[in-house]
Protein backbone atom coordinates (compact mmCIF):
# COMPACT_ATOMS: atom_id res chain seq x y z
CA UNK A 1 0.00 0.00 0.00
CA UNK A 2 0.97 3.58 -1.03
CA UNK A 3 0.30 5.80 1.38
CA UNK A 4 0.18 9.60 0.63
CA UNK A 5 0.17 12.10 2.75
CA UNK A 6 -1.60 15.61 2.08
CA UNK A 7 -0.95 18.52 4.28
CA UNK A 8 -3.61 20.70 2.28
CA UNK A 9 -3.50 24.17 3.93
CA UNK A 10 -3.18 22.87 7.19
CA UNK A 11 -1.09 25.14 9.83
CA UNK A 12 1.33 22.05 10.51
CA UNK A 13 5.24 21.88 10.47
CA UNK A 14 5.47 20.75 7.16
CA UNK A 15 9.46 19.95 7.63
CA UNK A 16 8.06 17.76 10.78
CA UNK A 17 5.72 15.73 9.50
CA UNK A 18 8.27 15.08 6.33
CA UNK A 19 11.01 13.50 8.60
CA UNK A 20 8.71 11.64 10.45
CA UNK A 21 7.30 10.04 7.25
CA UNK A 22 10.93 9.69 6.02
CA UNK A 23 11.97 7.53 9.17
CA UNK A 24 8.75 5.83 9.44
CA UNK A 25 9.01 4.84 5.36
CA UNK A 26 12.58 3.77 6.05
CA UNK A 27 11.74 1.99 9.22
CA UNK A 28 8.59 -0.11 7.64
CA UNK A 29 9.58 -0.40 4.56
CA UNK A 30 6.36 0.84 3.42
CA UNK A 31 6.04 3.88 0.44
CA UNK A 32 5.10 7.30 1.97
CA UNK A 33 4.79 10.68 0.66
CA UNK A 34 4.30 13.99 1.70
CA UNK A 35 2.39 16.67 -0.67
CA UNK A 36 2.91 19.86 0.90
CA UNK A 37 2.09 23.59 -0.08
CA UNK A 38 4.12 24.43 -2.92
CA UNK A 39 6.09 27.09 -0.78
CA UNK A 40 7.35 24.49 1.07
CA UNK A 41 7.75 21.65 -1.59
CA UNK A 42 11.90 22.25 -1.38
CA UNK A 43 11.55 22.08 2.27
CA UNK A 44 10.20 18.35 2.42
CA UNK A 45 12.14 17.09 -0.27
CA UNK A 46 15.57 18.27 1.60
CA UNK A 47 14.69 15.93 4.37
CA UNK A 48 14.85 12.59 1.75
CA UNK A 49 11.20 11.52 2.12
CA UNK A 50 9.13 11.00 -1.44
CA UNK A 51 7.68 14.52 -1.99
CA UNK A 52 4.29 15.29 -4.27
CA UNK A 53 2.58 18.44 -4.97
CA UNK A 54 -1.12 19.31 -4.48
CA UNK A 55 -1.45 20.94 -8.28
CA UNK A 56 0.00 21.52 -11.26
CA UNK A 57 -1.36 23.74 -13.70
CA UNK A 58 -2.23 22.99 -17.24
CA UNK A 59 0.12 25.38 -18.71
CA UNK A 60 3.55 25.19 -20.07
CA UNK A 61 5.83 28.26 -19.98
CA UNK A 62 4.48 31.32 -20.72
CA UNK A 63 2.23 34.62 -19.65
CA UNK A 64 0.59 32.49 -16.76
CA UNK A 65 0.41 34.56 -13.59
CA UNK A 66 -0.10 32.41 -10.36
CA UNK A 67 0.23 29.02 -11.87
CA UNK A 68 2.10 26.48 -10.21
CA UNK A 69 4.19 24.89 -13.65
CA UNK A 70 5.00 21.20 -13.70
CA UNK A 71 8.62 21.73 -14.32
CA UNK A 72 8.79 24.24 -11.67
CA UNK A 73 7.69 21.33 -8.89
CA UNK A 74 9.74 19.09 -10.23
CA UNK A 75 13.02 21.48 -9.74
CA UNK A 76 11.69 21.89 -6.25
CA UNK A 77 12.05 17.92 -5.82
CA UNK A 78 8.53 16.45 -6.62
CA UNK A 79 8.11 13.20 -7.96
CA UNK A 80 4.58 13.39 -7.94
CA UNK A 81 1.41 15.23 -8.33
CA UNK A 82 -2.40 15.24 -7.06
CA UNK A 83 -4.88 16.38 -9.72
CA UNK A 84 -8.54 17.58 -9.36
CA UNK A 85 -8.42 17.44 -5.73
CA UNK A 86 -12.28 17.84 -4.29
CA UNK A 87 -10.73 21.23 -2.62
CA UNK A 88 -9.26 22.26 -6.24
CA UNK A 89 -11.69 20.68 -9.11
CA UNK A 90 -10.77 21.14 -12.29
CA UNK A 91 -12.16 21.10 -15.68
CA UNK A 92 -12.00 17.85 -17.56
CA UNK A 93 -9.67 19.55 -20.70
CA UNK A 94 -7.84 20.67 -17.93
CA UNK A 95 -7.28 18.22 -16.19
CA UNK A 96 -5.98 15.85 -19.36
CA UNK A 97 -3.04 19.31 -20.29
CA UNK A 98 -2.04 18.95 -16.79
CA UNK A 99 -1.39 15.13 -16.99
CA UNK A 100 0.70 16.27 -20.13
CA UNK A 101 2.62 18.48 -18.36
CA UNK A 102 3.32 16.52 -15.43
CA UNK A 103 4.37 13.94 -18.20
CA UNK A 104 6.56 16.45 -19.61
CA UNK A 105 8.24 16.78 -16.41
CA UNK A 106 7.92 13.11 -15.53
CA UNK A 107 5.98 13.47 -12.36
CA UNK A 108 3.98 10.33 -11.25
CA UNK A 109 -0.03 11.43 -10.87
CA UNK A 110 -2.51 10.73 -8.79
CA UNK A 111 -6.15 11.98 -10.34
CA UNK A 112 -9.07 12.44 -7.90
CA UNK A 113 -12.47 12.02 -8.18
CA UNK A 114 -15.77 11.53 -6.49
CA UNK A 115 -17.73 8.90 -7.10
CA UNK A 116 -16.74 5.39 -9.73
CA UNK A 117 -18.41 6.67 -12.93
CA UNK A 118 -15.86 10.16 -12.25
CA UNK A 119 -12.97 7.45 -11.82
CA UNK A 120 -14.16 5.60 -14.83
CA UNK A 121 -13.83 8.91 -16.65
CA UNK A 122 -10.26 10.08 -15.24
CA UNK A 123 -8.89 6.86 -15.56
CA UNK A 124 -9.43 7.09 -19.51
CA UNK A 125 -7.02 9.70 -19.39
CA UNK A 126 -3.97 7.80 -18.46
CA UNK A 127 -2.88 9.22 -15.12
CA UNK A 128 -0.57 6.44 -12.75
CA UNK A 129 -3.37 6.38 -10.38
CA UNK A 130 -6.71 7.70 -9.16
CA UNK A 131 -8.08 8.56 -5.69
CA UNK A 132 -12.24 8.02 -4.69
CA UNK A 133 -13.29 10.45 -2.42
CA UNK A 134 -16.59 10.81 -0.96
CA UNK A 135 -16.65 14.91 -0.22
CA UNK A 136 -19.11 14.53 2.19
CA UNK A 137 -16.59 12.30 4.05
CA UNK A 138 -13.23 14.31 3.53
CA UNK A 139 -12.41 15.53 7.06
CA UNK A 140 -14.48 13.66 9.47
CA UNK A 141 -14.06 10.56 11.86
CA UNK A 142 -16.04 8.36 9.55
CA UNK A 143 -13.45 6.43 7.60
CA UNK A 144 -14.95 5.52 3.56
CA UNK A 145 -13.54 2.17 4.10
CA UNK A 146 -16.62 1.50 6.76
CA UNK A 147 -19.03 4.30 5.57
CA UNK A 148 -18.96 3.28 1.95
CA UNK A 149 -17.34 0.87 1.48
CA UNK A 150 -19.25 0.42 -1.78
CA UNK A 151 -17.86 3.46 -3.31
CA UNK A 152 -14.20 1.83 -3.28
CA UNK A 153 -15.42 -1.48 -4.53
CA UNK A 154 -17.10 -0.25 -7.45
CA UNK A 155 -14.29 2.36 -8.06
CA UNK A 156 -11.93 -0.56 -8.31
CA UNK A 157 -14.44 -2.22 -10.81
CA UNK A 158 -14.90 0.80 -12.72
CA UNK A 159 -11.05 1.81 -13.15
CA UNK A 160 -10.06 -1.68 -13.88
CA UNK A 161 -13.28 -1.68 -17.01
CA UNK A 162 -11.27 1.03 -18.29
CA UNK A 163 -7.63 0.23 -17.75
CA UNK A 164 -6.54 -2.13 -15.34
CA UNK A 165 -3.09 -0.54 -15.02
CA UNK A 166 -4.44 2.50 -13.02
CA UNK A 167 -3.98 1.79 -9.79
CA UNK A 168 -6.61 3.24 -7.77
CA UNK A 169 -6.58 5.01 -4.22
CA UNK A 170 -9.37 5.54 -1.98
CA UNK A 171 -9.62 8.67 0.78
CA UNK A 172 -11.57 10.57 3.30
CA UNK A 173 -11.20 9.86 7.22
CA UNK A 174 -8.79 7.31 6.99
CA UNK A 175 -6.56 7.70 10.29
CA UNK A 176 -5.59 4.35 11.14
CA UNK A 177 -4.21 0.97 10.31
CA UNK A 178 -7.35 -0.52 10.72
CA UNK A 179 -8.63 1.53 8.26
CA UNK A 180 -5.89 1.58 6.20
CA UNK A 181 -6.51 -2.53 6.19
CA UNK A 182 -9.51 -2.19 5.29
CA UNK A 183 -9.39 -0.10 2.04
CA UNK A 184 -6.89 -2.71 1.10
CA UNK A 185 -9.26 -5.78 1.28
CA UNK A 186 -11.28 -3.39 -0.73
CA UNK A 187 -8.90 -3.31 -3.34
CA UNK A 188 -7.25 -0.12 -3.02
CA UNK A 189 -4.10 -0.08 -3.42
CA UNK A 190 -3.19 3.29 -1.69
CA UNK A 191 -4.38 5.75 0.87
CA UNK A 192 -4.74 9.47 0.28
CA UNK A 193 -5.01 11.07 3.66
CA UNK A 194 -4.44 14.67 5.15
CA UNK A 195 -6.58 15.31 9.04
CA UNK A 196 -5.29 12.24 10.25
CA UNK A 197 -1.81 13.17 9.81
CA UNK A 198 -1.40 16.98 9.70
CA UNK A 199 -4.01 17.58 12.33
CA UNK A 200 -2.57 15.15 14.77
CA UNK A 201 -0.83 16.40 18.10
CA UNK A 202 1.96 13.48 17.25
CA UNK A 203 2.32 12.70 13.61
CA UNK A 204 4.83 10.07 14.05
CA UNK A 205 2.77 8.18 16.08
CA UNK A 206 -0.36 8.72 13.56
CA UNK A 207 1.90 7.26 10.77
CA UNK A 208 3.25 4.24 12.65
CA UNK A 209 0.00 3.29 13.54
CA UNK A 210 -1.23 3.56 10.06
CA UNK A 211 1.40 1.37 8.76
CA UNK A 212 1.62 -1.39 11.32
CA UNK A 213 -0.77 -3.68 9.75
CA UNK A 214 1.39 -3.40 6.77
CA UNK A 215 4.77 -4.36 8.60
O1 LIG B 1 -6.36 14.64 0.39
C1 LIG B 1 -6.84 14.06 1.34
C2 LIG B 1 -8.24 13.78 1.44
O2 LIG B 1 -9.05 14.85 1.04
C3 LIG B 1 -8.69 13.15 2.72
O3 LIG B 1 -8.66 14.07 3.76
P1 LIG B 1 -8.91 13.54 5.24
O4 LIG B 1 -7.93 12.44 5.48
O5 LIG B 1 -8.71 14.72 6.12
O6 LIG B 1 -10.33 13.03 5.28
Known amino acids: MFILVNLKAYPCDPVEVATAARDVADDSGVRIA???????????????????????????????????????????????????????????????????????????TCVCANNPEQIAGVTALGPDSVAVEPPELIGGPDPVSDADPDIVRNAVEAAAAVDDDVDVYCGAGISTGDDVAAAGDLGATGILLASGVAKADDPRAALEDLVAPLR
Do not use: C, F
Open 34 to 108: VAPQAAHLSQVADTGVETWAQHVSPNDYGSHTGSTLAEAVAEAGATGTLLNHSENRMKLADIDASLDAAGRADLE
